[in-house]
């Protein structure tokens, strides 16, 4: 019998065993999410690929090859294994016959090509967050309440897990794929979600730790746990290994204005930051990305409840350059004001603030964001800005 909104109580109560922790920091359950995203956008027939596309896409992540055996084909227990390969191979991801070769346990390389791209690379993720995340995918595809249920099931889990709070609760995003709803009243009947209305959910707390909407302390949190498993992140980020004389080198062949920039920014004592990330964030190439619908969905929500969001950004910037003598970061902007949102979703928001003029910024030079040609038609702008725009001639 379903359960209703009064069994959470019951639920919370319950002497259970102790929560197992989270398997993904907030950084790693963005990851998740653009996995997740990503496979929805392509032009697969069903839930038989798009699961096999999952598992193949988080696992060629990093490099575009993935390997994938007949036992791991056989563990998806699809209703047409065959015809799952076929469709990826209509997107020409190149597949082995060996897949379906005598030997279940031989590893077959699977190249999808949109992932061997140096360039706009749809997946830009970490080796450690590659790992947990292709983790996460195993242990939630073997969970109990959905390990024996059909393909569309065990997909629409990923998708609500991943979109779950640490609280339990989640919205169904805008890339579920259609074939999946059909399978959602399985997942009720066996305890994957304790409550399902329309497109709102409750996990259920035996999948909690499945959960990859967290909030960035307690990311932090799961970063802890993870590190006695040895694969600890750093404020949600990996660790960055400074390489003094490679930064000493950079520093000595950019011209005198980026350097005393860079320089401003670290030696900075406010900001007070390592000097590997700061030495990432210059000599680092910045690649386009592939922006999944769940965060422009999650902009356009946030858009409507912050309508001064482009005059307080650039006030913002023009009291944080006073006092630190540089630009805030992306984070740093969003931090100061306020604007509790994921790092994906932030980032988002300040290059929609660019688009606008709003902001400006010397890309792909770091620590750079000011007023914008919007911001200075109201007056608000940097005090050289305003000097200048004082003392010039009336024609």
């Known amino acids: 019998m379903p359960k209703n909104a009064s069994d959470s109580s019951d639920i919370s109560a319950s002497p259970a065993t102790t929560p197992q922790p989270f398997l993904l920091s907030s950084q790693q359950g963005e ?14 027939p069903g839930p038989d690929a798009q699961l096999v596309a999952v598992v193949v896409v988080i696992r060629a992540a990093r490099g575009g090859v993935g390997n ?3 036992a791991d084909l056989s563990a998806l227990r699809l209703a047409d294994a065959r015809g799952a390969v076929a469709a990826l191979r209509c997107l020409s991801w190149q597949i082995g016959d060996a897949l ?4 279940p346990a031989a590893p077959v390389p699977i190249t999808v090509p949109d992932l061997t791209r140096t360039d706009g690379h749809p997946l830009p993720i ?5 790992s947990r995340v292709s983790g996460w995918t195993t242990r939630a595809l073997s969970a109990k309440p959905v390990k024996k249920l059909p393909p569309a099931a065990r997909l629409a889990g990923l998708f609500l897990a991943a979109h779950s709070t640490s609280k339990l609760l989640g919205q169904i995003p805008p890339d579920f794929p259609e074939a999946c709803r059909a399978a959602l009243p399985d997942l009720l009947q066996k305890g994957f979600v304790s409550e399902l209305s329309e497109d709102r959910y409750r996990l259920d707390p035996a999948v909690r730790h499945l959960s990859g909407l967290l909030r960035s302390s307690e990311g932090d949190r799961t970063a802890g746990a993870a590190k006695a498993e040895g694969q600890v992140e750093r404020r949600a980020r990996p660790a ?3 390489d003094a004389p490679a930064w000493t080198q950079w520093k000595s062949a950019a011209t005198p204005a980026l350097r005393r920039h860079a320089e401003a920014v670290e030696y900075c004592a406010v900001c007070a930051l390592e000097p590997g990330q700061v030495a990432a964030a210059f000599m680092e190439r910045v690649h386009p990305q592939f922006v999944p619908k769940w965060i422009k969905n999650a902009y356009g929500e946030w858009k409507e409840a912050h309508p001064d969001r482009g005059p307080q950004a650039a006030e913002f910037t023009v009291v944080f350059r006073a006092k630190h003598g540089h630009g805030p970061s992306y984070n740093q902007l969003c931090s100061g004001l306020g604007w509790d949102v994921c790092r994906s979703v932030r980032s988002f928001i300040v290059r929609r603030l660019l688009s606008n003029e709003w902001l400006m ?3 792909p030079v770091p620590w750079t964001l000011r007023p914008g040609v919007m911001a200075q038609a109201q007056g608000i702008a940097l005090p050289k800005a305003r000097t200048a725009a004082a003392v010039r001639p009336v024609p």
Do not use: C, M
């Open 126 to 130: 970490g080796k450690n967050v590659r």
């Open 240 to 242: 960055v290994r400074f």
């Open 68 to 70: 994938l055996t007949g």
């Open 31 to 44: 990851a998740a999410r653009t996995l997740l995203s990503y496979v929805s956008s392509l032009a697969l």
């Open 100 to 103: 379906f070769g005598d030997d």
């Open 361 to 363: 910024e010397t890309s």
